[in-house]
């Protein structure tokens, strides 16, 4: 019996570490393998552009608690990525920015504390547009490109920023990510990926050290391939913040938001959902499914997303639904112009100015890096650079253009004022609160609706936009550019689950089906999206990153004493390039008898005579193969990308210890 890394659950994954049949070590190397093959190599799918160099001593410590009877929950040991924009201790955290490229985390944002605790192990950084102001503008790392068609968007152009893990996630490169969302940027790449995605109600999960953008509207939106596997991380993530400073909707003081009732354990969710639909009432707004709306804006839906909406709903109707179609005031009372009643003449100017100005410089002077003491330190110009006449600003709504200098100098001038006594803060948010309560969840007693669907999207855009003017007016439509719901679900705080609803034929990309309900009601829509996720079955792995030989884990028990070998002790002396496609390694190894080493080179097995072992030395020569990535209109590429890529495994009987290099592709050749 086996397993294989392409799509196996965090449950599988669990089983093969507990049952001995790999160990965290291995298991890192073997997503390594799948990262080296196609983000960093081949395809080149930019999605991870930071790795963990340490990635391999949690493993490590890890294995050493399994061993010794002391695991610490369901995560311990599995890998998991995290977007750039959200602190871990001693990382870069840029949040896809040049003007930030080098800013390093003082402390770990709250979840990674939490998975951190959970014994969960971080395999590197996901990719971000700059600031996260966008979803497919190229950051200082680029952007990831799509697993399932390289021809089109792995995310929305205007709001995907959490692109990275969206790809990585699909791609088997870890076992789930974290993301985030300010207006779509969590849901609009788990729907270009088939992903399970969750945006919670106000305060459930903290999002305290993760940059802000507009913190009325920032959740942070784990991503995961099922919904059992989001029922098995979300114990972790959704625990109760004892610090409310930097988590915005609990710390502020002008309106009571209610508590969110969590599960005694998610998990529990995945056997009492079924059945769930049934008898239920679902709305489905008619703007979103090619239908009629006299008070919605235009939106675009492309006839195959309407197909696929005709089969989702025989499938809700077939599990119990009742469907029908409606209007949508939570959103078409809001669009165009962000209206919300009770708020002050001035206040959408100042969400998107001074609140964003003196969170950032919180931000970075409560991180206390010394290069970037505070937000007048940094170049407004290089926030979020882009080409002169850059083609998709043709389609750019002028409102959603920040002014990053002027950003930098309203903080410079700030002279100690909170963002709590910026003016009209205090009637904004009961104001958003009221919004969502008169226009979502009176509307919803008032039809007597229980839960609302819709395609998470109208059609999804194309990869070349940076420089084709028809795929830029097609991605930067309403019903394209953002998943539907567009800022509204955001601002008024709707908590969202989207599970894929199935694949367009003619570019085989998926489009997700999202359900949304009342604030509070997180919990209900699992139950809903996991009868439908079950019912349908409709996520399929990405065609461009295949199983490789090295994904099969195959099971077997082993007998707990077996598990208890002390692992060896691997270390690295030097790494250098010793001729123009050549590159050397040595290091030693304690106890050296019977030891095996694995040596991968971007992804590529070193045959065993390039590898020497003299008593505890041992080195690799091996040749390695020039690369060239595609070299974007603007923006960068991954770090790694420059770099060869070379993961060492010391093996000793059901124990293992890995070492994670890299040399620079270009660097200086030494003898």
């Known amino acids: 019996m086996s397993i294989n890394l392409v799509e196996a659950r965090i449950s599988e994954l669990q089983l093969a570490l507990s049952t001995g049949s790999i160990t965290s070590v291995e298991l890192v190397a073997k997503y390594l393998q799948r990262i080296a093959t196609y983000d960093i190599r081949g395809p080149c799918l930019n999605s991870i552009p930071i790795l963990n160099q340490d990635v391999f001593e949690q493993a490590a410590a890890s294995d050493a608690r399994r061993a010794a009877g002391n695991l610490l929950g369901p995560l311990d040991g599995i890998p998991y990525t995290i977007k750039d924009s959200m602190k871990y201790k001693g990382m870069t955290c840029s949040s896809g920015s040049p003007a930030l490229e080098h800013v390093v985390a003082n402390e770990d944002s709250f979840v990674v504390e939490q998975l951190r605790k959970a014994g969960a192990v971080c395999i590197g950084r996901t990719n971000t547009p700059p600031m996260m102001a966008s979803g497919m503008h190229r950051g200082v790392l680029g952007r990831a490109e799509s697993p399932y068609n390289l021809d089109y968007l792995t995310a929305a152009f205007s709001s995907g920023s959490s692109n990275g893990s969206g790809t990585s996630t699909a791609a088997s490169f870890a076992a789930f990510g974290l993301g985030s969302e300010t207006v779509s940027s969590g849901r609009s790449p ?40 989001m029922f098995a991380i979300l114990d972790v993530l959704t625990a109760v913040d004892g610090t ?40 489905v707004p008619a703007m979103y499914v090619g239908g009629h709306d006299p ?65 950032w410089d919180d931000f970075l002077r409560e991180n206390g890096d010394p290069e970037y003491p505070n937000l007048a330190s940094v170049d407004g110009r290089n926030m979020f650079p882009r080409p002169e006449g850059y083609i998709p600003d043709r389609y750019m709504e002028i409102k959603n253009f920040m002014n990053y200098p002027g950003l930098v100098e309203t903080a410079r001038n700030r002279n100690g004022k909170s963002i709590w006594e910026i003016d009209g803060i205090a009637e904004a948010l009961p104001a958003l609160e009221a919004q969502r309560k008169r226009d979502l969840e009176d509307w919803m007693d008032k039809l007597n609706i229980d839960l609302v669907v819709f395609p998470s999207a109208g059609d999804v855009g194309k990869a070349d936009l940076d420089t084709n003017d028809h795929s830029a007016r097609h991605a930067l439509q309403n019903g394209v550019k953002y998943s539907n719901g567009n800022r509204a679900i955001r601002h008024m705080g709707v908590p969202t689950v989207s599970v894929t609803m199935g694949f367009m034929p003619s570019s085989k990309m998926p489009v997700n089906l999202t359900f949304a309900s009342k604030h509070g009601q997180d919990v209900d829509l699992f139950r809903y999206a996991r009868d439908f996720e079950q019912q349908t079955q409709r996520r399929k792995a990405p065609p461009v990153t295949p199983a490789l030989p090295s994904d099969e884990i195959k099971l077997f028990d082993v007998a707990r004493g077996e598990q208890a070998e002390h692992p060896p002790d691997l270390s690295v002396s030097s790494a250098v390039r010793i001729s123009e496609d050549e590159v050397q390694v040595t290091g030693q190894v304690r106890p050296h008898a019977g030891v095996e080493l694995e040596v991968t080179i971007d992804g590529k097995v070193v045959p065993s005579q390039h ?12 040749t390695f193969t020039s690369f060239e990535p595609p070299i974007p209109l603007y923006g960068g590429i991954g770090k790694v990308v420059k770099n060869v890529l070379i993961v060492i495994l010391a093996k000793s009987g059901k124990a293992a210890s890995g070492k994670l290099v890299f040399i620079e ?7």
């Open 190 to 229: 788990a729907s270009n990926n088939a992903l399970v995605a969750y945006t919670p109600s106000r305060t459930v999960i903290s999002p305290r050290g993760a940059w802000p953008l507009y913190p009325t509207c920032d959740v942070l939106v784990p991503h995961t391939r099922t919904t059992e596997d």
């Open 665 to 671: 592709q270009k660097g200086q050749i030494q003898q």
């Open 611 to 622: 590898i020497k072992v003299e008593g505890e030395n041992w080195s690799v020569r091996a």
């Open 295 to 359: 008070k919605a804006q235009p939106t675009f839906v492309s006839q195959e997303v309407i197909d696929l909406w005709q089969r989702a709903k025989q499938d809700l109707e077939s599990l119990g639904a009742t469907v029908v179609e409606t209007d949508f005031p939570l959103v078409s009372n809001y669009e165009p112009t962000n209206h919300v009643v009770g708020f002050t003449p001035d206040w959408n100017s100042k969400e998107r100015g001074e609140l964003v100005a003196y969170l």
């Open 244 to 283: 409310k400073h930097g988590d915005f909707w609990r710390e502020q003081t002008f309106v009571h938001v209610p508590e969110v009732e969590r599960p005694r354990s998610f998990l529990g969710l995945k056997d009492s959902s079924k059945g769930s639909l049934s008898g239920k009432r679902v709305a």
